[in-house]
């Protein structure tokens, strides 16, 4: 099959969180099963600079694009990353020549560009135009979240119009319900399609467009990044006031639990990590964690070392770690913690890094190497998420033989188990409520785990062992297009 996968970002070329390493992930693992795989994102000035770039041709005609009563100019670049992988960015200075992705960013704070409609209604329609006008003909075309959600109205409508022979099937995966591309109505004339699919149910929403309903109301098929998730989304609690237009295409949703990236979160021969170990031999990731504390400042000791990766936000659920952080270095354990985000909750935690030295680190923003240290390093992973979709730390702390304490919600609770589930199986550990209180029960057995040394080591042993890989979740996504390409 030949698959168009559009996203809004890709690693290595542009990435705010895990759809970037979702895009790349799954592209390699379709190319790798045999498929042709080609994925297009907006040419943003982080992937003009990327030393990864490859060499770039024109692909087809240039690009004009109709918005509304306007034109915009644009073309489609194209280099080849690996066997069966093809790389296409969409260039227009004007829209995807900027320092951030979606927002800006200066003096403190951050706000959405107040053309986004305007950026990703190009960019949208610039990948119909390539599904339907390009040099190739795709099998299946596979979005992801608000930005490219109006992709599969756009491919719907286009087989309205005759001459297109053996269209592509569409799939829209949905991975964060929180965010809807939701903008004023008239922006829907942006879109230049007629007035009859902005409606209660189709892309309308509230009197509001939202473009991740669009791709909701139309795909051919509907999906998650978690079997949990997408179960959750069909109730008020996740489905964020899309529970009913999610019902309503129940028949053709489906949750499938995202991988990870074996070439990167590996535990021997990774260049982030000081010393390699693997299931059979674990001694490395003692001396990881020596050295981990070292750098970080923590007190070099054979105490109890949980860490946590994150954006800092609610939904993460940060305020609640550094709620019970008191607590937890009361009992003798230290935690490190990487992210930024929230000032607040910035505010926050360097207010009680310096109350606790010693016993908690705070290192703000991100850096992917310190990251990899910090899952390897890390006794236990604290991941106390309010809601999360997939969600990819917890299996990248189980890649590492770094039992995730987490709360037993979408794809944390497909992919953790824990010994009240089946004992024989444990791997982690889960808590119920987003509470305080609900989550010091967990860190607590936690606790008791660490003073059993074997026990210890057998969760280490069944996490590092477990299928996370691309490859099986590129399996179920292959059937999924089969089993579209066959109705």
């Known amino acids: 099959m030949r698959v168009l996968l559009a996203a809004s970002e890709v690693y290595p070329f542009s990435k705010t969180g895990g759809l970037a390493d979702m895009t790349a992930g799954l592209t390699k693992a379709l190319a790798r099963l045999g498929h042709e795989a080609v994925v297009v994102s907006p040419f943003y000035r982080c992937a003009r600079k990327s030393s990864q770039l490859p060499e770039l041709e024109p692909w087809g005609p240039p690009l004009r694009i109709p918005l509304d009563g306007y034109t915009v100019e644009g073309r489609a670049l194209r280099g080849r990353l690996a066997a069966r992988i093809t790389i296409c960015f969409i260039e227009q200075p004007g829209f995807f020549d900027r320092p951030g992705l979606y927002d800006e960013i200066g003096a403190g704070r951050r706000a959405p560009y107040p053309d986004n409609a305007e950026r990703f209604i190009f960019f949208s329609k610039a990948v119909a135009r390539l599904a339907r006008e390009g040099p190739e003909r795709m099998d299946v075309v596979h979005t992801h979240d608000w930005q490219t959600g109006l992709v599969p109205l756009l491919v719907r409508h286009e087989t309205l119009r005759p001459g297109w022979i053996g269209a592509p099937r569409t799939v829209h995966t949905i991975h964060n319900l929180a965010y809807q591309g939701l903008e004023a109505a008239w922006k829907y004339a942006l879109t230049n399609l007629p007035p009859y699919y902005f409606h209660p149910d189709g892309a309308e929403f509230y009197g509001k467009l939202s473009l991740l309903k669009a791709g909701i109301a139309f795909a051919d098929a509907v999906t998650t990044v978690s079997p949990g998730y997408a179960r959750e989304i069909l109730n008020p609690e996740f489905g964020m006031g899309l529970e009913g237009a999610l019902r309503a295409r129940g028949s053709v949703l489906r949750g499938i639990l995202n991988g990870v990236d074996t ?32 750098e970080l400042g923590l007190r070099e000791a054979d105490v109890p070392l949980f860490g946590t990766v994150s954006r800092l936000e609610l939904q993460k659920g940060i305020d609640l770690a550094l709620e019970v952080l008191p607590w937890l270095t009361g009992r003798g354990a230290q935690y490190a913690l990487l992210g930024s985000g929230d000032p607040e909750l910035a505010a926050r935690a360097r207010e009680l890094a310096g ?7 705070f290192v703000e923003g991100y850096n992917e190497p310190l990251a990899h240290r910090i899952e390897a390093g890390a006794d236990f992973y604290l991941m106390p998420s309010r809601f999360e979709p997939c969600g990819l730390n917890q299996m990248y702390s189980l890649r590492y033989g770094t039992p995730p304490v987490v709360r037993a919600v979408g794809g944390l609770n497909d992919a953790v188990v824990d010994a009240a589930e089946d004992p024989k199986r444990a791997n982690g550990f889960k808590f119920g409520p987003s509470e305080a209180e609900a989550l010091r029960g967990a860190l607590e057995r936690a606790l008791g785990l660490w003073r059993d040394p074997e026990a210890l080591r057998q969760y280490r042993i069944r996490g590092m062992r477990a299928d996370f890989s691309w490859r099986r979740a590129a399996r179920e996504y292959a059937a999924l297009y089969r089993e579209l390409l066959g109705r």
Do not use: C, I, S
């Open 263 to 294: 070439e990167m979160w590996k535990t021997r021969g990774n260049p982030h990590l000081p010393f390699g170990y693997d299931a059979r031999r674990l001694e490395g990731k003692a001396r990881v964690k020596r050295a981990l504390q070292a």
């Open 355 to 361: 109350k606790f030295p010693g016993r908690f680190a």
